[in-house]
């Protein structure tokens, strides 16, 4: 679902019939002494995104704000501007809340807010839409000076991948059985397709299971070690499959677009030891029945 940007704006001051400061200023004129529209827009833009106060925001604009917002009835023009910058920040304080619901938790209501305040003046909305407003979070976490960070990117990383593969377009499944319809001769020829629903990481901290603790309301300490994890939709809902070192090396490569048989080569070459028939057939049942797959090739 999407969220735009200019709802909850401003609510509380405007009602029926009522007009924003911008309609104040009344139809186009020609009069050259008063702002064109883009200098205005980004005047507006300036003072609702400034990291400091109201007041500090008007300061440092190139506009005077009694010069292009007039008063209402209850309000001067800075108490006006005020609260598209107030709502600016809360705004987006509650989009990533929303989209980082376990980061928020596991580093606190203050130092969650503090951290965004921050990211969105390094990555500030470019979109209508604040689907996307997060898309960088992870990595501004990896380089901040906070505590715990790697643990807190990879959790972010998860959120992120969910986030995106809830979004992703739909794709029909191959069949369960698809695979082993495949002649034995060809197998090593066939390139299998994945679903665009998928994402795959490889974590440093046990990110997935802390995320579940948060998800089940109960106390977790985060420890440092690696972990895999596909992470995929499945019947309109986001599923989440820890995955082995070498279910995560053989599934990458074919994910990353090579045959089977590439795939079990780079597998020989990573792991060391070739994988055994028992794993492969496992691994294509339960990647198979989790609907992982949307078609095979084989050329």
Known sequence: MQRSEASGVGSG?????????????GPPTPD???PRLAPLQEWMQGVVTHPGDVYQAAAEAALGVDSVILPSASLQPI??????????????????????????????????EKLVRAYVQRFPSRSYTLNRLGDSLPEFIATSALKRRIFLRDLASLELAMTHVFDEAEAEPLPGDAIASIAPERIAEARIVPIPALRLLSLDYDANEAFQAWRDERPMKPQRRKSWVAIHRHDYGVRRMPLSREAFTFLGSLVAGQTIGDAIAAFHRRIKRLPEQDELFTWFRDWSAAGLFAAIEVT
């Open 32 to 34: 050259s002494r008063l």
């Open 79 to 112: 108490q006006r501007v005020g609260l598209y910058h107030g709502m600016y920040m809360l705004r987006m304080i509650e989009a990533l809340t929303i989209d980082y619901g376990s980061v928020a938790h596991f580093l606190g209501e203050e130092a969650f």
């Open 13 to 25: 001051e405007w009602g029926v019939g009522a007009t924003s400061p911008i309609s104040d200023l």
